[in-house]
């Protein structure tokens, strides 16, 4: 992504080191770089991200899988969309491999009845078995001052030790 969460704890005045960020999109990571310091590591395929070596080093990671997949403003493939139907797995992945403290997922409301639901249960399922409780919302921006109505889904993982 372009770092909303990085801008929003600079925002929070909150102090962090970015040990790594992951986009594909030329433009994205671009954006990210202009509005962010550079993270110690920016890797452009996550699919080449080997989480295993920051093991004990992330306490939060935050991170989200394309919502095209999901959305009901497209064609709702979800899981089996072949360009990025896949992402959900190698975030959780990387959640297994690094095993953070707290996990912040960010993703459409359409996520929810994808598939008639088998998307979200799917999701929730295996985030609990890399390790985590999960925890779940459902926000509307407008209700946050946002002068928009977007709804996001949020999910919060915090591993079970």
């Known amino acids: 992504g372009v770092g909303t969460p990085e801008q929003s704890l600079k925002h929070l005045n909150i102090n962090?080191?970015?040990?790594f960020a992951c986009e594909i999109d030329k433009y994205a990571r671009q954006t990210y770089l202009a509005n962010n310091q550079e993270p110690n590591t920016f890797y452009e395929d996550v699919t080449k991200l080997d989480a295993r070596k920051y093991l004990g080093q992330?306490?939060?990671l935050v991170?989200?899988?394309p919502c095209t997949s999901?959305?009901?403003?497209?064609?709702?493939?979800g899981f089996d969309d072949p360009k990025t139907g896949d992402l959900f797995a190698?975030?959780?992945?990387?959640?297994?491999?690094?095993?953070?403290?707290?996990s912040i997922i960010e993703n459409v409301e359409g996520l929810l009845s994808n598939d008639k639901g088998n998307t979200i249960r799917t999701v929730l399922k295996t985030l609990n078995a890399v390790g985590y409780k999960v925890y779940m919302d459902l926000v509307n921006t407008k209700d946050?001052?946002?002068p928009q109505n977007r709804s996001r889904?949020?999910?919060i993982c915090e591993r079970k030790d």
């Open 90 to 102: 190698q975030g959780a992945r990387i959640m297994n491999e690094c095993k953070p403290k707290i």
């Open 70 to 77: 999901f959305s009901i403003a497209g064609k709702q493939l």
């Open 16 to 19: 962090h080191e970015t040990i």
């Open 144 to 146: 946050f001052g946002v």
């Open 63 to 65: 991170w989200g899988f």
């Open 153 to 155: 889904v949020y999910i």
């Open 58 to 60: 992330i306490d939060i």
